[in-house]
């Protein structure tokens, strides 16, 4: 959860930083951030040993979750559905 704060206020000051120095357009730095939120995203269910099948297709809000969810304490296996679940509904879009 460290390492998942730590890459949010990074990619915060990144994105603000980023805005005002080279008049990147909100657009690009929202993209951006996205991007580094991704692809922490994408090291941490390979860890996990989950497939990243559709993850260019997750919004946002889903990252944010899945995120929370791999970092979180699962003993009853809830994660693990929800996780499948929202690859799911990502690769339906």
């Not at 990619?11 to 996205?34: P, Y």
């Not at 990252?63 to 929370?68: G, K």
């Not at 304490?73 to 929800?82: C, E, I, N, R, V």
Request: glycine share 10%; charged share 20%.
């Amino acid at each position: 959860m460290k390492t998942l704060t730590a890459l949010i206020v990074a990619s915060g000051i990144a994105l603000s930083a980023g805005s005002v120095a080279n008049a990147m357009s909100d657009a690009e730095a929202i993209g951006m951030g996205k991007s580094m939120l991704t692809g922490a995203l994408y090291s941490a269910l390979n860890t996990k040993g989950y497939s990243t099948n559709g993850i260019d297709k997750l919004t946002l809000n889903e990252i944010v979750v899945l995120e929370q969810l791999l970092t979180g304490d699962d003993d009853d296996g809830y994660a693990d559905g929800q996780v499948k679940v929202i690859f799911e509904r990502a690769l339906a879009r």
